[in-house]
């Protein structure tokens, strides 16, 4: 393995375990990596707003040097307090997918920073916003995404559901967006360039290292672009099975069993 300058993780299903939660193994592992002077950072779907909120919450702040939000569409550096943003889709292409869908058993949600816009607000949407930092605020979306762009629009479902809403997504084709999964009830559209992939490469211009002096975790199907960009890229034992064939190891435990803590002690810090 090249020597490592840098470290990205995915959130939830890698970096978190099951109750959104950093272990003790993960905070001592990426504190041990800022006292080598390798950068280390998250690169989520979710705003760099909420992250950022977040980060004492999880007692890892000091440890963070960036954060990749929006699948690779934002990323921003947490010492420089420097943010950019990257190919926004168009309202107009947004709602065309709302339109789509419409018909369908699904909630719409657009993000904004950290507010969390939608067509409609129920208490499972709201603890789900919660969770994440957000603050959801139910709006007539075709008014709001009017001479609007946004960084993605979100499809949120039952998670029996999703297997429909996945069939659906098979029929929509347009070359100014695409659409992924990116948990067993949420399906989001971004501009075709935007992946996690992109944001590493940003990430790496950026802070003026290699991607092969990179190594980044996932678990899911939204990670695969970033776990074949890097130098090493490691996917969970909890992963899917599209992000476990491009990785370069798939490890030996699961997000709740600190993958990420094991793999940097044993491969990268050397203990």
Same mark, same amino acid.
């Given at each position: 393995?090249?020597?490592?300058?840098?470290?990205?993780?995915?959130?939830?299903?890698?970096?978190?375990?099951?109750?959104?939660?950093?272990?003790?193994?993960?905070?001592?592992?990426?504190?041990? /990596?800022?006292?080598?002077?390798?950068?280390?950072?998250?690169?989520?779907?979710?705003?760099?707003?909420?992250?950022?909120?977040? %980060?004492?919450?999880?007692?890892?702040?000091?440890?963070?040097?960036?954060?990749?939000?929006?699948?690779?569409?934002?990323?921003?550096?947490?010492?420089?307090?420097?943010?950019?943003?990257?190919?926004? /889709?168009?309202?107009?292409?947004?709602?065309?997918?709302?339109? *789509?869908?419409?018909?369908?058993?699904?909630?719409?949600?657009?993000?904004?920073?950290?507010?969390?816009?939608?067509?409609?607000?129920?208490?499972?949407?709201?603890?789900?916003?919660?969770?994440?930092?957000?603050? #959801?605020?139910?709006?007539?979306?075709?008014?709001?995404?009017?001479?609007?762009?946004?960084?993605?629009? $979100?499809?949120?479902? +039952?998670?029996?559901?999703?297997?429909?809403? $996945?069939?659906?997504?098979?029929?929509?084709?347009?070359?100014?967006?695409?659409?992924?999964?990116?948990?067993? !009830? %949420?399906?989001?559209?971004?501009?075709?360039?935007? !992946?996690?992939?992109?944001?590493?490469?940003?990430?790496?211009?950026? *802070?003026?290292?290699? /991607? #092969?002096?990179?190594?980044?975790?996932?678990?899911?199907? !939204?990670?695969?672009?970033?776990? #074949?960009?890097?130098?090493?890229?490691?996917?969970?034992? !909890?992963?899917?099975?599209?992000?476990?064939?491009?990785?370069?190891?798939?490890?030996?435990?699961?997000?709740?069993?600190?993958?990420?803590?094991?793999? %940097?002690?044993?491969?990268?810090?050397? +203990?």
């Amino acid at each position: 393995m090249h020597t490592v300058t840098l470290v990205a993780t995915d959130l939830d299903g890698t970096f978190l375990n099951s109750q959104k939660q950093v272990s003790d193994l993960n905070r001592e592992a990426i504190s041990a /990596l800022k006292h080598k002077g390798i950068l280390f950072g998250i690169a989520s779907g979710r705003p760099v707003e909420t992250v950022h909120a977040m %980060l004492n919450q999880w007692g890892i702040q000091d440890s963070v040097s960036f954060i990749m939000g929006m699948n690779g569409g934002v990323i921003y550096d947490i010492r420089r307090r420097t943010k950019e943003e990257y190919h926004l /889709l168009d309202g107009k292409v947004v709602l065309d997918i709302i339109h *789509f869908y419409q018909d369908m058993d699904v909630i719409f949600h657009v993000l904004v920073g950290d507010i969390r816009y939608t067509s409609k607000s129920t208490p499972e949407t709201r603890a789900h916003a919660k969770l994440f930092g957000e603050t #959801e605020i139910e709006i007539d979306l075709e008014s709001f995404l009017q001479d609007r762009a946004v960084n993605k629009l $979100i499809i949120y479902s +039952d998670p029996a559901y999703q297997p429909k809403v $996945i069939e659906r997504s098979k029929s929509f084709r347009r070359y100014d967006c695409i659409g992924f999964s990116t948990a067993n !009830n %949420l399906f989001e559209y971004c501009d075709p360039v935007i !992946n996690k992939g992109y944001g590493i490469e940003k990430l790496c211009k950026h *802070f003026g290292v290699n /991607l #092969e002096n990179c190594v980044a975790f996932g678990d899911e199907a !939204n990670d695969i672009q970033m776990l #074949e960009k890097v130098g090493m890229g490691v996917c969970m034992k !909890n992963g899917c099975d599209a992000a476990k064939a491009v990785a370069n190891v798939v490890s030996e435990y699961t997000n709740d069993e600190s993958a990420l803590g094991h793999f %940097l002690k044993e491969h990268v810090l050397n +203990d």
